[in-house]
C-alpha cells in the first residue's frame, strides 16, 4: 500500500517528540524491545494483500478468543539480548577446557563470564515457557499462517543438547555445570546462531499478536472485514479518533454508485477529526490491526492519499496555495497509476481567494466523484459549492453543525446528513469583543 511522508503526519503514525502522541506509541503496549521494533516495522508496511492480511487478522483473533498466552518478562530478554551482543569468544565446550574457564573465574570474576551465565540462563527459561506454550497449542485450532510460523521453533527446541537442559533446569544460575555453560553458549552463539535469532523473532511476533489481542478487549476496537474485488467499498460504525479521552462516535457507509462524500461544517465542529479518524482506520486496516471502530467493513486499496495539516513549502519559495495545488496534483497522478486510491482533502485550496477556490474545488469535486475506481472524502468552506452539486447522485453530502448559545457556538461533534448552513464564524469573533478592543484603540488615538 501506497502513502507518502504528508499521509503519515497526517495521521499522526510517528512522532519525532517523545512526549507527544503518536499511533505508534498508543498501540506500542508489548513486552519486550523486540516486540517493539518489530510493531514498528510492522507499522512502516502497510500491505494491499487479501491473503495478508487475513492471515493476520486470524492470528490476532486467535489470541483474543483463546486463554493462551507467552508469558515474556522484559528484564530477561533484555539481558539475553545483552547476552547475544557480548563480544567475547564463546566458552569451549570440552571438559578441560570448561573446567578451565570455570576456575579462572572462581579465581579472577570474570564480568564476561556473568554475563554468559545468566544469559544462558534467562534464555533456557525462555525456551521453557515456549515449550509449554507450544504444548498447549496443541489442544487450539491455531491459524495455519501461525503454524508456519511456529515450526522452526518446535524444530530448535527439540535438539538433543537444549531439550535435555529444558528437561533439568536448575533453580538458580550458578547450579549451571561448567560444561553445561561451555556447550550451550557454543550452541547459541556459534553452530546454532541463526535459528536461535529466527526463533527469538518468532517470539517477538507472539509478543506484539497478543499486544494486539489485548486491544480487542477495549470492546470500542475491532477487527476490519474485507471486501475483495473490484467494487469500492467502505463502511465504518461507531468510529472514533483514540487520542480523545470521551470520543463522540459516528458511523458512516457509501450508498449506491457514490464514492465521494463532500464535507461542510464550521470550524472546530469536528471535520478534521473525522477525516483524521478514517484515514487511520484505513491505515491500520491494511496493517490487519484492531481499528478504532465498533465495526469496518473495507476494500483493499492500493493507496492512502491525505491533505490534512498541510505546511507552506517557505523554503523552495511555494505559497499556501501552490503547495495545494501541487498536492492535488499529486493526487491525480497516483490515480492515474494506480487504481484504488483512498483520497481525503481538508479544506480544499484555502490558501487563495474565494472565487478561484470556488471554481477550483468545483472542478476537482465533479471530476473526482466519476472516478468509481477510489474513494474521496473532501471538506470545504464554500458552501456555494455544495449548492451547485447538491443534485448530483455521484456526491453524498454530510455536515458537523453547530448551534449558538447565549453567543456561544456548541457542538456536539456528530456527523449529519447534508449541507451545513450556519455561518458562525462572525459570532465568534463579536464574542471574543475584538471589535470593542480595535475600537478602544482608535478612541485612544485620537485623544
Given at each position: 500500500?501506497h502513502?507518502d511522508?504528508?499521509t503519515?503526519?497526517?495521521i499522526?503514525?510517528?512522532?519525532p517528540?517523545?512526549?507527544t502522541?503518536?499511533?505508534?506509541?498508543?498501540?506500542?503496549?508489548?513486552?519486550?524491545?523486540?516486540g517493539?521494533?518489530?510493531?514498528?516495522?510492522?507499522?512502516r508496511?502497510?500491505?494491499s494483500?487479501?491473503q495478508?492480511?487475513?492471515d493476520r487478522?486470524n492470528e490476532?483473533?486467535f489470541f483474543?478468543d483463546?486463554?493462551i498466552?507467552?508469558e515474556?518478562?522484559?528484564?530477561?530478554i533484555?539481558?539475553?539480548e545483552?547476552?547475544?551482543?557480548?563480544?567475547?569468544?564463546p566458552?569451549?565446550?570440552n571438559?578441560?577446557?570448561a573446567?578451565?574457564?570455570?576456575?579462572?573465574?572462581i579465581?579472577?570474576?570474570?564480568g564476561?563470564y556473568?554475563i554468559?551465565?545468566?544469559?544462558i540462563y534467562h534464555?533456557?527459561k525462555?525456551f521453557?515457557n515456549?515449550?509449554q506454550?507450544l504444548?498447549?497449542l496443541?489442544?487450539?485450532e491455531v491459524?495455519?499462517?501461525l503454524?508456519k510460523?511456529?515450526?522452526h521453533?518446535?524444530?530448535?527446541?527439540?535438539?538433543?543438547s537444549l531439550?535435555?537442559?529444558?528437561e533439568?533446569?536448575p533453580?538458580?544460575?550458578?547450579?549451571?555445570?561448567?560444561i553445561?555453560?561451555?556447550k550451550?553458549?557454543?550452541?547459541?552463539r556459534?553452530?546454532?546462531?541463526s535459528?536461535?535469532?529466527?526463533?527469538?523473532?518468532?517470539i517477538?511476533?507472539?509478543?506484539?499478536?497478543?499486544?494486539?489481542?489485548?486491544l480487542?478487549?477495549?470492546?470500542?476496537?475491532?477487527?476490519?472485514?474485507?471486501?475483495?474485488?473490484?467494487?469500492?467499498?467502505f463502511e465504518?460504525e461507531?468510529?472514533?479518533?483514540?487520542?480523545?479521552d470521551?470520543p463522540v462516535?459516528n458511523?458512516?457507509s457509501?450508498?449506491n454508485?457514490?464514492?465521494?462524500?463532500f464535507?461542510?461544517?464550521?470550524?472546530?465542529s469536528?471535520?478534521?477529526?473525522f477525516?483524521k479518524?478514517?484515514?487511520?482506520?484505513?491505515?491500520?486496516s491494511?496493517?490487519g490491526?484492531?481499528v478504532?471502530a465498533?465495526?469496518?467493513?473495507t476494500?483493499?486499496?492500493?493507496?492512502l492519499?491525505t491533505?490534512?495539516?498541510l505546511s507552506?513549502?517557505?523554503n523552495?519559495?511555494f505559497?499556501?496555495?501552490?503547495?495545494e495545488?501541487?498536492?492535488?496534483?499529486?493526487?491525480?497522478?497516483q490515480?492515474?497509476?494506480h487504481?484504488?486510491?483512498f483520497?481525503?482533502f481538508?479544506e480544499?485550496?484555502?490558501?487563495?481567494?474565494?472565487k478561484?477556490?470556488?471554481?477550483?474545488?468545483?472542478?476537482?469535486?465533479?471530476?473526482?466523484?466519476?472516478?468509481?475506481?477510489s474513494?474521496?472524502?473532501?471538506?470545504s468552506?464554500?458552501?456555494?459549492?455544495a449548492?451547485d452539486?447538491?443534485c448530483?447522485d455521484?456526491v453524498?453530502?454530510?455536515?458537523?453543525e453547530s448551534?449558538?448559545?447565549?453567543?456561544?457556538?456548541?457542538?456536539?461533534?456528530?456527523?449529519?446528513?447534508g449541507?451545513s448552513?450556519?455561518r458562525?464564524?462572525?459570532?465568534?469573533v463579536k464574542?471574543?469583543?475584538?471589535?470593542d478592543?480595535?475600537e478602544?484603540?482608535?478612541?485612544?488615538?485620537k485623544?
Open positions: 500500500m502513502l511522508n504528508q503519515i503526519s497526517d499522526e503514525l510517528f512522532s517528540y517523545k512526549n502522541d503518536s499511533v505508534y506509541k498508543y498501540y506500542n503496549k508489548t513486552n519486550t524491545n523486540g517493539s521494533e518489530k510493531l514498528y516495522n510492522f507499522f508496511n502497510p500491505v494483500d487479501y495478508f492480511l487475513q487478522r490476532i483473533q483474543y483463546n486463554d498466552r507467552l515474556l518478562y522484559k528484564r530477561e533484555d539481558f539475553i545483552h547476552y547475544l551482543k557480548i563480544g567475547r569468544f566458552l569451549r565446550a571438559w578441560i577446557d573446567i578451565a574457564d570455570g576456575v579462572q573465574n579465581i579472577v570474576e570474570s564476561d556473568y554468559i551465565r545468566e544469559g534464555l533456557l525462555l521453557s515456549l515449550k506454550f504444548e498447549e496443541k489442544d487450539f491459524p495455519q499462517s503454524q510460523k511456529l515450526a521453533c518446535h524444530s530448535f527446541l527439540k535438539q538433543k531439550a535435555l537442559k529444558l533439568n533446569l533453580k538458580k544460575s550458578n547450579k549451571l555445570k561448567w553445561t555453560l561451555g550451550l553458549d557454543t550452541l547459541f556459534l553452530k546454532k546462531k535459528e536461535l535469532h529466527e526463533c527469538l523473532d518468532t517477538y511476533m507472539i509478543d506484539v499478536l497478543q499486544t494486539l489481542a489485548g480487542l478487549k477495549d470492546k470500542r476496537f475491532s477487527l476490519a472485514t474485507y471486501q475483495p474485488g473490484e467494487k469500492t467499498v465504518v461507531e468510529c472514533f479518533h483514540p487520542f480523545l470521551e462516535k458511523s458512516y457509501f450508498k454508485d457514490c464514492n465521494l462524500c464535507l461542510t461544517g464550521p470550524n472546530m469536528g471535520k478534521s477529526t477525516l479518524t478514517l484515514g487511520l482506520i484505513v491505515y491500520l491494511h496493517l490491526f484492531p478504532p465498533k465495526r469496518v467493513k476494500s483493499i486499496y492500493k493507496g492519499f491533505t490534512i495539516n507552506d513549502n517557505l523552495l519559495g505559497s499556501h496555495f501552490y503547495t495545488v501541487k498536492r492535488v496534483k499529486d493526487m491525480a497522478l490515480l492515474k497509476t487504481q484504488g486510491i483520497v481525503i481538508d480544499l485550496f484555502k490558501g487563495t481567494n474565494v478561484d477556490a470556488y471554481d477550483s474545488t468545483l472542478m476537482v469535486v465533479k471530476a473526482l466523484s466519476k472516478i468509481k475506481s474513494i474521496f472524502f473532501i471538506s468552506h464554500i458552501l456555494e459549492v449548492e452539486i447538491d448530483s455521484d453524498d453530502f454530510r455536515c458537523f448551534a449558538l448559545v447565549d453567543d456561544k457556538a456548541e457542538y456536539d461533534f456528530k456527523l449529519k446528513g449541507i448552513k450556519e458562525v464564524g462572525f459570532q465568534i464574542r471574543e469583543m475584538i471589535e478592543i480595535l478602544e484603540i482608535i478612541k485612544n488615538e485623544k
